[in-house]
């Protein structure tokens, strides 16, 4: 298959893609982008890379900022350096400013390069290189069978994200701290969705579409839970484990407060009853 113009994906996306799923599709599917420090220490160094165009060392010709392009896989890039030994060997450079990662995002990046300059020029690369800013010196990539098939698999991934426009949910990791897309991103948003406050929403919604119990023996869940400990008000499952209160079964029309001592701290209870009027059943908390 031979793709167009228009369905090129950048090279550069399969390394967001390794890095965050979410990140990508933020900035290649929404079209987001914002900067720090990371960012711009990147650019710096990448830009350094790119002074000059090409030159000779020591016989080898190195060539820099060279557009490369896949029609099969669907790629186009740009690459910081490419080198061309006199014995026929071509080896690309990739910068990055950092020391190496434990994922493979680099290494997938630098090997979706190394395909496309194995399809222009008609070559083979079995080697390319890294080099960190942090560490000032080149790591060695082997552009195996193994790397291959990963990075097809990335880049098939790649390509069904952006075709169906797919942002997968937020998920908040130790690198969040890191991205320049943080404050787009907002990682710990997804607190307020899995955490008390959406477990409380939950149980209320519960209450107000139930019919209520049968009879006044019927057994009912106590549908909305809160803990005072020393004066602070803890919510849902959090404060049933702090309260030392785990099981939030209880019988209809139970006593609205009940005590309990953990240690040297005394728990007050608050549980949601049933009050039933002719037009309409609400939930009523009180403070003991």
């Known amino acids: 298959m031979s793709y167009s113009d228009d369905e090129l994906l950048p090279i550069s996306a399969l390394q967001h893609l390794v890095f965050c799923e979410r990140q990508c599709a933020l900035i ?36 820099r ?9 669907g790629l186009v890039g740009q690459a910081d350096i490419v080198e061309f030994h006199p014995n026929g060997t071509v080896v690309p450079v990739e910068y990055k400013r950092g020391k190496p990662k434990k994922d493979a995002s680099d290494r997938i990046q630098l090997c979706a ?13 079995e080697t390319a290189d890294l080099f960190y800013g942090q560490k000032k010196r080149r790591t060695a990539v082997a552009i195996d069978t193994a790397l291959r098939e990963e990075t097809f698999a990335k880049i098939k991934r790649l390509r069904q ?7 997968p949910p937020v998920v908040r990791m130790p690198k969040c701290d890191k991205c ?22 939950r149980q209320y919604a519960a209450v107000l579409n ?6 006044d023996d019927s057994p009912s869940v106590c549908v909305a839970s809160m803990t005072v400990v020393f ?25 609205p407060s009940r005590d309990a001592w953990i240690g040297k701290e ?3 209870r608050l549980n949601a009853e049933w009050l039933t009027t002719d037009a309409q059943r609400v939930v009523d908390f009180g403070f003991s």
Not at 65 to 73: H, M, N
Not at 113 to 125: A, F, K
Not at 191 to 199: E, I, L
């Open 231 to 255: 004066g602070r008000v803890l919510h849902g499952t959090r404060g049933l484990k702090q309260a030392g209160r785990i099981n939030a079964v209880h019988q209809r029309r139970s006593r």
């Open 180 to 201: 320049s897309l943080i404050e787009l991103c907002l990682p710990d948003g997804n607190r307020f969705r899995t955490g008390a406050a959406s477990w409380n929403e």
């Open 113 to 125: 390069q190394s395909l496309c300059l194995e399809e222009q020029l008609g070559v083979s690369i």
């Open 65 to 73: 900022s060279l557009w490369l392009v896949s029609r099969s896989l």
């Open 28 to 63: 290649h599917v929404e079209r987001l982008w914002a900067e720090n420090q990371l960012t711009v220490e990147g650019n710096l160094l990448h830009k350094k890379a790119h002074e000059v165009s090409h030159e000779t060392i020591r016989g080898v010709r190195v060539v």
């Open 266 to 268: 005394k728990v007050s």
């Open 161 to 167: 994200m952006i075709q169906f426009a797919e942002t």
């Open 210 to 215: 139930s019919d209520g119990p049968e009879t």
